[in-house]
């Protein structure tokens, strides 16, 4: 939703969309968690080259990453006021009702990114699929903005992902999934689907659990 300055139109797509779904199906909730985007990664990148790259900590990248998800799940919230009923969620680990339509949740603490925040929401209230919605449109072999024999995947495994993305967490680590997220989705058995955020009828497929272009890892 920010990959630059707030992108407007994803908004008001994602926007009418969203609602669209919830009123086919009055029994539909929908948890949505967001990352911090462009001003996230800017904001760190200004703080390692004010401080100097040996003096940064990891901690407090993340602290900046954190307020960055917060803004954005702010604007997020504004826009579906009317059928949000909380305010926006900080801790997924105390958060015990869902009254209303639609959750809004930003990130917790260090040492993971928002993904992480969706799994332990999703399962806290009993989902078995988080949709990872990004500039993605599916997981490849490889980056392949770097590497040119990369290939995309339609299904992996959360072993073979593992694999991929490794084990360990960086402050704005650019990955299909957080490795700290994955971790524990495997373990708790929660499929994720991985789709490209430009195409708004390909993720409105993914809510009511059409076939869709994109990554299924389970």
């Known amino acids: 939703m920010a990959p630059g300055a707030p992108d407007v139109d994803f908004l008001t797509r ?11 199906d009055p029994a539909r909730k929908l948890i949505l968690v967001v990352g911090g985007g462009a001003p996230a990664r800017n904001y760190q990148k200004a703080y390692t080259a004010a401080a100097g790259e040996t003096a940064v900590s990891a901690s407090e990248a993340d602290w900046i990453g954190i307020m960055a998800t917060r803004l954005n799940a702010q604007l997020l919230r504004a826009l579906f006021s009317g059928l949000c009923k909380l305010d926006v969620v900080y801790d997924p680990t105390k958060v015990t009702e869902f009254p209303g339509r639609i959750m809004i949740a930003a990130g917790w603490k260090p040492g993971f990114s928002t993904d992480n925040d969706a799994v332990l929401l999703a399962e806290r209230f009993a ?6 919605i990004s500039n ?10 770097v ?24 402050p704005g680590k650019n990955t ?3 490795p700290i997220a994955s ?7 929660i499929t994720v ?10 993720i409105r497929k993914t809510l009511v659990g059409e076939r869709f272009f994109g990554t299924k890892i389970s």
């Open 176 to 178: 299909p999934f957080d």
């Open 136 to 145: 993605i449109e599916k997981v490849y072999t490889d980056d392949p903005r």
């Open 193 to 202: 689907l991985c789709v490209g955020g430009k195409d708004m009828e390909n």
């Open 127 to 132: 989902a078995k699929i988080v949709i990872n």
């Open 14 to 24: 994602f926007n009418q969309m969203t609602r669209e779904v919830l009123a086919e």
């Open 147 to 170: 590497n040119p024999e990369a290939k995309p995947i339609d299904a992996i495994s959360w072993a073979d992902f593992r694999k991929l993305v490794g084990d360990e967490w960086i």
């Open 183 to 189: 971790k524990y989705a495997q373990k708790t058995g």
